[in-house]
């Protein structure tokens, strides 16, 4: 009789386990379909906020009047249209997962011990830091400075001279003086100036031998700008992946600290094959993973230090595995 009842109460814990699980992802696809929806209605706002990085390589180039206004072209007919639906599947991924991992520390969270949360609060907000510290990172020192780069790639006439309101002297002080309908519409200043601007193109373009401009498209630099921020993310958490892979005992201490030149050859490898090209942002993408590196090295020996029964040791293979608690309802 006594198995008996363990197995019923075992079978209602099991099926409250289940619907616990069932709503929570049901919150998660709930909320991932909404962020879609706004996300797609607000998609425009987003592309301008990702175009930022190209308006301030464009204020930082010497051969720009800083006064440009970035701009797209799309040459297929749904490109534009799938653009805004890739951009706003970009947002739903990154909702989803915040809102994963939240659920799935919700769910988690009566079964932990005291010292288990702290780990995991820690974890949270050194992880949190991190992500906020890619971001100013990406979008005012890499991707300012790899749009640079290829902007820098350029040949031909400045963009100053291929702007037709762009007004002389002499018409300016016309213009000061009132006499704006007379300086626009009078004949002397269309030969004036139109001769202007194409002596000043024949003589650039005499100069530079080829006319190479960018007119980027739409599609292609949101993917490259959302491949760059998901891999920055990724290269920046790489000290909380390490240190759960050091918790768990797959990684070890002794391993790591041995084994230094050969993370360095990897980070440099890594820093040049997915970092932006330019050699500025392959400099600080090694600089950024090497600090993290020494960082978490010596906070995990001060940590082994203070609770040694929290580490595995590589020699005896042992480990702490506290007693697991179980999860009542009422």
């Not at 006499?179 to 002596?199: G, P």
């Not at 909380?240 to 993370?263: A, F, H, P, Q, S």
Request: positive net charge; charged residues 20%.
């Amino acid at each position: 009789m006594a198995y008996h009842q363990n197995l019923k109460k075992q079978g209602k814990y099991q099926v409250r386990y289940g619907r616990e699980i069932k709503m929570r992802f049901f919150y998660i696809l709930f909320t991932c379909f909404l962020s879609f929806i706004i996300s797609l209605e607000f998609s425009e706002q987003f592309i301008y906020f990702l175009s930022f990085p190209l308006k301030q390589a464009y204020e930082w180039n010497d051969s720009s009047s800083g006064s440009y206004q970035a701009h797209f072209i799309f040459t297929e007919l749904t490109e534009a249209f799938f653009t805004r639906i890739q951009v706003s599947l970009f947002i739903t991924f990154y909702c989803f997962l915040f809102l994963s991992l939240y659920q799935v520390w919700l769910y988690l969270k009566p079964g932990l011990f005291d010292f288990e949360k702290r780990n995991f609060r820690l974890w949270s907000l050194l992880s949190f830091v991190l992500f906020l510290l890619s971001n100013f990172s990406l979008f005012y020192l890499i991707l300012p400075m790899a749009c640079k780069f290829f902007i820098s790639l350029e040949t031909g006439p400045p963009s100053s001279l291929m702007d037709l309101t762009e007004l002389d002297v002499g018409l300016r002080e016309k213009i000061s003086e009132g006499a704006v309908e007379h300086a626009v519409n009078s004949e002397e200043w269309q030969k004036r100036y139109s001769n202007q601007i194409f002596s000043n193109m024949e003589k650039e373009t005499s100069q530079a031998g080829l006319e190479i401009r960018l007119e980027a498209k739409i599609y292609p630099y949101l993917i490259f700008i959302i491949k760059t921020i998901i891999l920055s993310h990724v290269l920046f958490q790489m000290p909380i992946i390490l240190l759960i892979l050091l918790k768990i005992g797959i990684l070890d201490i002794d391993m790591l600290e041995k084994k230094r030149k050969i993370v360095y050859l990897c980070i440099i490898l890594m820093s040049g094959l997915l970092s932006p090209p330019d050699v500025l942002s392959q400099f600080f993408f090694m600089g950024m993973l090497s600090t993290f590196y020494e960082i978490f090295i010596l906070s995990s020996l001060v940590d082994r230090s203070r609770q040694p029964f929290l580490f595995i040791d590589s020699k005896k293979k042992k480990s702490f595995q506290p007693r697991l608690k179980i999860r009542h309802f009422s």
